[in-house]
């Protein structure tokens, strides 16, 4: 793997506009997550005999709605893997922000896609795919954050409505993100 040579344009405490060469070299521009190692991002699966569920996020994005794109955002849950402790491994910091988002405990947590990319071209920010099989439907609302207002509902959904039903949310006019479909991909194999 070669590692161009970048430049710092601007920076906040979370992003840095940067400006590499791209392969005829002109200068390509691009957003970075200087203190993360990537986003994880999981497929709370919960087991019901009726058939399993899955727990989607309805947000409310501020670059979705502030292009005008969408008011909200489906999505599955998700997070930055580093951003607070430095040494936080993947499956930590699925197992936290599953509890986090959704307040469930997941019996099994697999890493199941690595290093994936939603838009190569504006940010250099890849995620895991994480698979996390719930037993137990007990909520712990004291651990359920919004994400600072972002988080508005969580939608309980089965399995085999999933893809109906994001059809029928892209049909309201919300945005879903492309993780969310990767997610659905993983789960299908």
């Not at 989607?56 to 709605?65: D, G, M, S, V």
């Not at 969408?70 to 599955?76: K, P, Q, R, S, V």
């Not at 137990?136 to 600072?148: A, Q, S």
Request: negative net charge; hydrophobic residues 35%.
């Amino acid at each position: 793997m070669t590692k161009n040579n970048s430049q710092i344009l601007c920076e906040t405490k979370f992003l840095q506009l940067k400006q590499a060469l791209s392969p005829n070299n002109h200068p390509w521009f691009y957003a970075h997550r200087q203190h993360s190692q990537g986003v994880v991002m999981i497929v709370p699966l919960i087991s019901n005999p009726e058939g399993d569920e899955i727990v989607f996020l309805e947000t409310r994005r501020p670059p979705i709605y502030a292009e005008g794109k969408a008011n909200t955002c489906i999505e599955l849950p998700a997070g930055l893997v580093g951003d607070e402790n430095c040494d936080e491994t993947f499956l930590e910091a699925a197992r936290k922000e599953l509890l986090e988002e959704t307040g469930y405990v997941a019996e099994s947590i697999e890493i199941c896609a690595q290093n994936c990319s939603s838009s190569p071209g504006a940010t250099s920010e890849t995620f895991s795919v994480a698979i996390a099989q719930i037993v137990d439907k007990t909520i712990h609302t004291e651990h359920l954050t919004t994400d600072g207002g972002i988080i508005l509902e969580r939608h309980l959904i089965k399995r085999i409505d999933a893809r109906k039903w994001l059809k029928e949310q892209m049909e309201q006019g919300k945005s879903v993100s492309a993780q969310t479909y990767t997610g659905l991909f993983m789960i299908e194999k």
